[in-house]
């Protein structure tokens, strides 16, 4: 394996066919990270790297092909496995983008400078971005991550500032 730190870029739900293909939830935008060769992992184990032999976009999600992975029996043990590739192996963001991973645990603050919490996980609703916001006292709050609500993100100085939208932390901090 790679010195490069490993990134999911997707999760296995399920196999296609009786020929070993599997069916990728893909969280990148291009297919082309998935030709060469993929790093699984299934829970706490450690990854290990398959060698790609096809993939194919079908109805939405990726269809990966695996050496050594011929049937359907073999398609269906990979079942929630994550994909991973080398961090050195993804393509540089556009300038005023960011992976998400690049998030992930980053200081969420308001506007007025408050600290609101950290950011926990993402989620993806009717495709749209939500951060998972976890406050310092366990309260989880679901952001809607767009232009309109975030006003500056700083993966350096280790923080995100929100505007969030009329009622949202009412919503979720009863008040606070």
């Known amino acids: 394996m790679t010195e490069s ?21 893909y969280y990148a935008d291009s297919p082309l990270l998935l030709k060469d060769a993929v790093w699984l992992q299934k829970g706490k ?38 994909v991973l590739i080398p961090e050195d192996t993804l393509p540089e963001p556009d300038d ?12 969420v603050r308001l506007a007025d400078g408050n600290l609101l919490g950290h950011i926990e996980d993402f989620q993806f ?7 998972v916001i976890r406050t310092p006292e366990g309260k989880e709050v679901l952001f809607p991550a ?23 932390l009412e919503l979720y901090l009863g008040g606070e």
């Open 5 to 25: 730190r490993l990134i999911q870029i997707g999760l296995i739900v399920k196999p296609h066919g009786i020929r070993g293909e599997v069916c990728v939830e």
């Open 96 to 107: 005023h983008e960011v992976y998400l991973y690049q998030l992930e645990g980053l200081a």
């Open 45 to 82: 184990a450690k990854p290990a790297r398959h060698g790609v032999v096809s993939s194919r976009t079908h109805q939405g999600r990726e269809l990966l092909l695996l050496e050594g992975c011929r049937d359907r029996n073999c398609a269906e043990a990979l079942r929630n496995v994550q």
């Open 125 to 131: 609703i009717a495709d749209s971005e939500v951060w």
């Open 146 to 168: 767009t232009e309109e609500f975030v006003a500056e993100i700083d993966v350096e100085g280790g923080f995100v500032t929100i505007a969030p939208p009329e009622g949202l």
